[in-house]
């Protein structure tokens, strides 16, 4: 079991930059894929970016080149970092984490609760 608690998220100018962090227990993150996802009211939510346990990593259009996902081992936390903030950034953003199962053909998948990010002046 792994329980994923999200913070960082808060009120933020266009233009300006904003850290979120995952803190994780019950398990080490560097087993799993991590991923941050983001949600707004009325939107399906979307994939921002993903950080495999290997070191892979995978950004959305929108966020490319303005969003870094990274991994702490030594606190077992995920962050993303979000440079140049645009209003259409705002949403709630998820912490998620996955690995396929092989003997039970299945996902392990956790999501955390959530955090808002709002841009706006």
């Known amino acids: 079991q792994v329980q994923l608690v999200e913070s960082g998220g808060g009120l933020v100018q266009p233009g300006g930059s904003l850290r979120l962090s995952c803190a994780a227990s019950?398990?080490?993150?560097?087993?799993?894929?991590m991923g941050w996802y983001r949600q707004t009211p009325g939107k399906q939510r979307e994939l921002v970016a993903t950080l495999t346990s290997s070191g892979s990593t995978n950004y959305a259009d929108s966020v490319k080149g303005r969003f870094t996902i990274s991994r702490d081992n030594a606190k077992n936390t995920v962050h993303l970092q979000m440079n140049s903030l645009k209003p259409e950034d705002t949403a709630v953003y998820y912490c998620?984490?996955?690995?396929?199962?092989?003997?039970?053909?299945?996902?392990?998948?956790?999501w955390g609760q959530g955090t808002q990010v709002t841009v706006s002046s």
């Open positions: 998620n984490a996955r690995r396929w199962v092989a003997p039970s053909n299945s996902w392990d998948q956790y």
């Open positions: 019950g398990s080490l993150l560097s087993i799993y894929t």
